[in-house]
């Protein structure tokens, strides 16, 4: 672990001077006013977070450390023969901000491996449980079940030094990171293949062995690296990150803080989204009876739904303001791998004649299609027709971007999060209301 361990170190020596400059010299610069709107709906768009991970950009998506999707994928190393990057690359790439070299990402694919075993506790406690729990409290209480094995609590309470958080915070990340897998394919083999558990292949890197371990022939192995990129990072501010940075921001350890990032992630206004768009396609087709439509037929249907009071679900973004890169990115893998595919072909429809609709309607600020509006069909067509499992593989990519910002919350030693509140009268007082 030597090369990205002495990395990071001195990434984030380098870094720590800028943070204090801004705090000592600039701290009283305004970022942003709070409007009376921001406070009541959510603290939408207020400006109160800091990452490097990643930034969301209105017209060019998710930045990871600078570099937008396509660049993403285009530059880090790959699997010979496979078209996406390794797992372990990108994680490279979020920790130290730099593209790692062959050497440097085997060095995290055989660090992953030796870090891979999960206790045997952790699987008697997920057979334990009722056969119909939903797999994201499963997935939860695996990971806060191994809190116990926190390399960060044992150096805590030795006493080491605030500047050393980080250090024992990025081998807990490392070792949950690489358990996720194992840990999720148990869960999908525990619950929906009569407990039927394949054992891991140490000869995989990260997303080869967990499509190994779910029992999915190739090309789901691509599937699974792309996924658990294109979903690992979104800023700090959405639901799942910022629980796991508020909790992390008590020095709650790693184990509990990516838990109570999956269970905000859990939410039908969260994580649940790609299930939802499945699910409406669906009936969609089920509706015309299964023919492919023309776009002279899905437009008046589009029309018909929106007339009636209902949306269209996948389209749109609070942020974006063109069709999301995570949807494009698989857009091209469907193109490749499963262009005839029914399901497919509802999708690219729909892809051609939402957007002008939405824009002629002129309610959507954004019209184009986010990251939902797809990944839930590459699952489906690669034989994982489970919805409720779709969103632990949201969980393990999610994993890797909060994580990563917990490491670094650390190193710069930001301190606990404690936003202050106010009530509706003094809400009141301030719009002027007698």
């Known amino acids: 672990m030597s090369k990205l361990k002495s990395k990071l170190k001195e990434k984030i020596e380098a870094h720590r001077p800028r943070t204090t400059k801004l705090l000592k010299e600039y701290g009283d610069v305004k970022l942003s006013d709070v409007t009376i709107a921001q406070a009541i709906g959510g603290v939408r768009g207020v400006k109160c977070l800091v990452t490097d991970i990643s930034y969301l950009d209105p017209n060019e998506g998710i930045r990871f450390r600078g570099y937008t999707i396509p660049e993403t994928l285009a530059a880090l190393q790959k699997v010979p023969g496979r078209d996406m990057p390794t797992v372990e690359s990108f994680l490279w790439l979020l920790l130290t901000g730099d593209i790692p070299t062959e050497e440097e990402t085997k060095e995290v694919v055989e660090e992953f491996k030796k870090r891979s075993k999960t206790p045997e506790y952790v699987f008697d406690m997920l057979r334990a449980m009722p056969k119909d729990s939903h797999p994201m409290a499963m997935f939860s209480a695996a990971i806060v079940a191994m809190q116990r094995e926190s390399v960060f609590v044992k150096k805590y309470h030795e006493g080491i030094s605030k500047m050393e958080y980080w250090e024992p915070t990025l081998e807990d990340a490392l070792n949950l990171w690489a358990k996720l897998p194992q840990i999720a394919a148990f869960i999908y083999r525990w619950k929906y293949k009569d407990g039927n558990i394949i054992d891991p292949d140490p000869n995989l890197d990260m997303g080869g062995n967990f499509?190994?371990?779910?029992?999915?022939?190739?090309?789901?192995?691509?599937?699974?690296?792309?996924?658990?990129?294109?979903?690992?990072?979104?800023?700090?501010?959405?639901?799942?990150?910022?629980?796991?940075?508020?909790?992390?921001?008590?020095?709650?350890?790693?184990?509990?803080?990516?838990?109570?990032?999956?269970?905000?992630?859990?939410?039908?206004?969260?994580?649940?989204?790609?299930?939802?768009?499945?699910?409406?396609?669906?009936?969609?087709?089920?509706?015309?009876?299964?023919?492919?439509?023309?776009?002279?037929?899905?437009?008046?249907?589009?029309?018909?739904?929106?007339?009636?009071?209902?949306?269209?679900?996948?389209?749109?973004?609070?942020?974006?303001?063109?069709?999301?890169?995570?949807?494009?990115?698989?857009?091209?893998?469907?193109?490749?791998?499963?262009?005839?595919?029914?399901?497919?072909?509802?999708?690219?429809?729909?892809?051609?004649?939402?957007?002008?609709?939405?824009?002629?309607?002129?309610?959507?600020?954004?019209?184009?299609?986010?990251?939902?509006?797809?990944?839930?069909?590459?699952?489906?067509?690669?034989?994982?027709?489970?919805?409720?499992?779709?969103?632990?593989?949201?969980?393990?990519?999610?994993?890797?971007?909060?994580?990563?910002?917990?490491?670094?919350?650390?190193?710069?030693?930001?301190?606990?999060?404690?936003?202050?509140?106010?009530?509706?009268?003094?809400?009141?007082?301030?719009?002027?209301?007698?």
């Not at 089920?286 to 776009?295: A, R, S, V, Y």
Request: charged residues 20%.
């Open 211 to 434: 499509a190994h371990m779910m029992g999915i022939d190739k090309p789901y192995d691509d599937v699974a690296r792309l996924y658990f990129i294109l979903h690992s990072d979104h800023e700090s501010g959405n639901v799942s990150a910022h629980t796991g940075h508020v909790i992390a921001s008590a020095l709650s350890d790693m184990y509990y803080a990516i838990s109570g990032l999956v269970n905000g992630l859990a939410g039908p206004l969260h994580g649940l989204a790609n299930e939802m768009v499945l699910r409406w396609i669906q009936g969609v087709m089920d509706q015309m009876g299964g023919k492919i439509p023309t776009e002279e037929e899905m437009k008046k249907f589009v029309w018909d739904t929106l007339e009636s009071g209902g949306v269209v679900p996948g389209f749109g973004h609070a942020v974006l303001r063109k069709t999301d890169p995570r949807y494009q990115a698989q857009r091209e893998f469907c193109l490749k791998h499963l262009p005839d595919d029914p399901i497919f072909k509802y999708v690219d429809v729909l892809y051609k004649v939402v957007p002008p609709i939405l824009e002629k309607q002129g309610k959507a600020k954004n019209p184009w299609p986010n990251v939902d509006a797809q990944s839930g069909v590459i699952q489906w067509y690669y034989g994982l027709k489970e919805y409720e499992f779709y969103t632990v593989l949201f969980g393990i990519g999610r994993a890797l971007g909060v994580a990563s910002n917990i490491i670094w919350d650390r190193a710069l030693g930001y301190p606990i999060e404690r936003p202050k509140s106010v009530t509706t009268k003094m809400l009141e007082d301030a719009a002027g209301i007698k």
